[in-house]
C-alpha cells in the first residue's frame, strides 16, 4: 500500500487521551480513531512531494516555526517510533494564512521534478509525466488546504500520522 498521510480530527478530550497514551499504543488509537466515518481525510502518498514543493526539503526534515512545513507534518511531534504529528486549534490559522498566500500554480510550473527525484522523496515517482505529477500536486494541495479549514471551522485539533 506504501506510506500516506492521513490527517485526522480530534476534539480536546481525544488529544489529551493520545497525549496520554504510551507511544507503542498511539498507532492503534489513532487506527481506531480513522475508523470513524469522515473523521479522517488522506493526503494519501503525496506528502513529501507536497511538503518539498511548498519549502524545499523533504517532510523528514520539518522547518521550526514554518507555516508551510507545519501544514504537512504539523506543529508538534509525539514521542512515537512512528511519525505522528499535532497541530492544536488555537495554531490553525497561520497555517491557513500561509497556505491561502501561495500560488501553487505558480509553484507547480516551476516545479523541476528532476530536484524531486534527486531529494529522494518518497514515493519514487518523480520522473513520471510532469503534467500527471502536477495534477496529482494540486489535488494534494486542496484536500491540505481543506483539512485544515475544516478543522479550524469545526473547532477541532489535528492529528498527522505519515504510516
Known sequence: MGIQAAYTLVDEQTLDRLVESAPEHLVDELERLELREGSTIYLDKLWDGLHFLLTGVSASTPIDDSPLSEAVVGVHVFDSDDFIGCTEQ??????????????????????????????????????????????????????????????????????????
Not at 98 to 114: G, H, P, Q, S
Request: glycine share 4%.
Open 90 to 163: 488555537d495554531e490553525l490559522a497561520p497555517i491557513i494564512a500561509a497556505l491561502d498566500a501561495v500560488d501553487v500554480d505558480a509553484l507547480l510550473a516551476a516545479a523541476d521534478f528532476t530536484a524531486f527525484s534527486e531529494a529522494g522523496l518518497y514515493p519514487r515517482i518523480w520522473d513520471g509525466d510532469d503534467d500527471a505529477l502536477r495534477r496529482e500536486l494540486s489535488a494534494a494541495f486542496t484536500t491540505l488546504c481543506l483539512v485544515h479549514k475544516r478543522a479550524a471551522a469545526e473547532g477541532m485539533h489535528l492529528i498527522i500520522s505519515i504510516l
